[in-house]
Every structure is written in C-alpha cells, then in structure tokens.
C-alpha cells in the first residue's frame, strides 16, 4: 500500500496533540487547584441555579393554573364570591397567562355584579398587558363601557378613543359608542371627531350620508 503523503512515520512518532493538550490542563489543574475550583464551582452553581429556576417557575404556572381552574369552576356553579376572590389574588400574585386572564375574567364579573369601578379597572390593567392589538382593543372597549356604567364619561372617552386608533374588528363600534358618549355629554368637539374617524376608516357606511350632514351642522 501507498503511503500516504499526509500522514508518515514522522507523524506518528510525534506526541499526539490531543494528549499533549490534556497534559498540559491536568498540569495546570494541579498549579491553580485553588482557580479551576472556582471555575467549576462557579459553573456548577449556574447550573443549579438554572434548574432551581426552573423548578421555582413550573411551580408557579401550576399553582396559577390551578387557581385560574378553581376560579372558571366557580363561575360555572354560580360560586361568584368564591371566584372573586380567588380571581382578584390572581391579578395581584398570579404570572403570564393566567395572571392576564384573570384580569379579564375579574372584569366580566365585576361588571355582570354591578361593581363598574372595579371591572373599568381589570379591564384597564388587560388592556395594558395585551399580547396583540385585538385583545387589546376588546379590553379597551369594555374598559368604556364599565366606566361609562360608572358614570365616568371622560375615561369612557379615553379608552374608546384608545381603542378606535387600532384598526381591528371593533373600530367602528369604538367610535360609534364614543359618539354616543359624546353626544351624552353635550361635547360637540369630541362627536365631530368621532365622524370625521367614522367616515375616513368607513366611507361605505348605511348612514354615511347622515353623518356627513351631522358633520357639516357641527362644523358651522
């Protein structure tokens, strides 16, 4: 056979790399004891962290899991104190997703008992958290009407007025219910904005002809 040119006798006299290497580590291992056993502590406490990390967290996600269960088989029986309750501790302790969903949960409830205040305020902390454009919009809209219920007409208007800048499936209704909550108030500046937005985003509306009468009357 051939020899082959890469590789000769010469090569496999030298010392092998990978041993002479290896060598030189253990070497220096021996020499900086006290260094290498910090590196490998250091490194090793990383990992145990990590996992302690991780454990700690599944932990959370079940416990809110959990609760978020007991809450939704609460509102099934009609238990709406005990749901409450466990609900509004999720909105305070709980993590994403459930901590989220809570809120959203906790508003409904609050809203559907009458306690408008409360579910203007679930609805405000989901809408600030919301993963997407479309949940937030539905929360701003409910937002509005919790704090309209409320009477409080100026943060009905905010979150509507949040809510119709996002181009999703609940604009129109935005800013319908903002020209309802206008008009309600006798604020002629805020209704003529509400059709102006109405007639830009929706040119092809039933009552598009009504509208623009209405907004050449608040014009002069």
Do not use: C
Not at 37 to 56: P, R
Not at 155 to 181: G, T, W
Not at 208 to 220: F, G, H, P
């Amino acid at each position: 056979m051939a020899a082959d040119g890469s590789f000769n006798r010469k090569d496999l006299k030298a010392p092998d790399k990978f041993f002479t290497s290896f060598g030189k580590a253990l070497e220096y291992a021996r020499n900086n004891h006290t260094r290498v056993a910090a590196v490998v502590g250091g490194v090793a406490l990383v990992f145990v962290a990590g996992a302690v990390f991780s454990s700690w967290r599944t932990g959370l996600e079940e416990r809110d899991a959990a609760a978020f269960v007991r809450a939704t088989d609460a509102i099934r029986s009609d238990s709406f104190a005990t749901a409450a309750i466990v609900l509004d501790q999720l909105t305070v302790d709980g993590n994403r997703p459930y901590g989220d969903l809570a809120n959203l949960y906790a508003a409904r409830l609050a809203y559907n008992e009458g306690r408008f205040e409360q579910a203007a305020g679930h609805y405000a902390s989901f809408a600030s958290a919301a993963r997407t454009p479309y949940l937030r919009q539905i929360a701003l809209v409910g937002q509005a009407a919790a704090a309209e219920a409320a009477g409080d007409n100026s943060q009905a208007d905010e979150a509507l007025e949040m809510a119709s800048r996002i181009d999703a499936p609940y604009r129109e209704p935005a800013l319908r219910a903002r020209l309802r909550v206008a008009d309600a108030g006798a604020d002629s500046s805020v209704a003529l904005e509400a059709i102006e937005s109405l007639l830009e985003h929706f040119p092809g509306l039933s009552d598009a002809d009504e509208l623009s009468r209405r907004q050449q009357s608040l014009t002069n």
